[in-house]
């Protein structure tokens, strides 16, 4: 089952959080490099680590976690998931994957070098992205919500409320550690908040309406936006899509203020 929520109540609130937060920087962005993307992909989570992009995509029957050529698209290395499971998002910590399921409230850690599932862990209510800085992890669940999680024990420690101008930002998904900032998705949409780890504050908005016409694609009203990585060596932001057929490097370009 693909998870929905009428535009009705996605786009009433963006608008909220977009009239709330009038005087939060808006960023457009410049294409930087354009790399292929399997179109099979569901994107669910997305990192880059030595070299490699690490992408999972979901839907059950069909969820894999998946080692990538950044420059060809080609998949080198590939775990399917057990098929009752609806894969969510991915992060790398000491040598492992971790990987969430969407309603199951279970997640996997695997090998990071061979996939090899290790054990599962488990967590209320639904998992939909992960990222992390050097201490610990964070967790999105479709909520305003952020978890803090121990990344040893995955054991929850704390939350952030993200919020725009005081008004709160749900449908938080993927999500990307950079530079000292969260990156997230906010799905059935085209933007991006940047949010202080601090405060739960949004920064910033990264506005993508125009990098790829989703209106062309076979399912627009489920392929949208979502999927964030960041290569810090060379400072280089990723973006992609569920299904899209290319993936973006791209630069912030900060917009005029109104």
């Not at 009428?6 to 005087?23: D, I, V």
């Not at 420059?71 to 492992?96: A, C, M, N, S």
């Not at 790829?212 to 392929?223: A, F, G, S, T």
């Amino acid at each position: 089952m693909i998870r929905r929520l009428t535009y009705l109540l996605a786009f009433a609130m963006l608008a909220c959080c977009t009239q709330a937060g009038a005087a939060i920087p808006v960023y457009g962005y410049k294409v930087v490099h354009v790399y292929p993307h399997d179109i099979s992909a569901y994107t669910e989570g997305l990192f880059y680590k030595d070299g490699f992009l690490y992408e999972a995509t979901g839907e059950a029957g069909e969820s894999t976690v998946r080692k990538v050529e950044l420059q060809t698209g080609k998949v080198l290395q590939r775990y399917d998931v057990p098929p009752q499971y609806f894969g969510e998002g991915i992060v790398d910590w000491k040598g492992k994957l971790m990987q969430l399921t969407w309603k199951s409230q279970i997640g996997f850690v695997h090998d990071l070098n061979t996939f090899k599932l290790e054990r599962t862990f488990a967590y209320p209510g639904e998992g939909w992205a992960l990222t992390r800085d050097s201490k610990q992890l964070y967790m999105s669940d479709g909520s305003s919500i952020l978890r803090i999680l121990n990344p040893d024990t995955l054991a929850q420690t704390g939350s952030i409320a993200v919020t725009a101008d005081g008004v709160p930002v749900t449908n938080l998904n993927e999500l990307e550690w950079v530079k000292g900032t969260i990156y997230a998705n906010i799905w059935l949409t085209s933007k991006i908040a940047l949010i202080d780890p601090a405060t739960g504050h949004v920064t910033g908005w990264l506005d993508l309406a125009s990098l790829l016409d989703i209106n062309q694609l076979p399912e627009p009203v489920n392929d949208v936006l979502n999927g964030i990585a960041y290569d810090a060596k060379h400072d280089r932001l990723f973006v992609t899509g569920k299904r899209w057929p290319k993936l973006f490097e791209i630069k912030l370009v900060k917009q005029p203020a109104p």
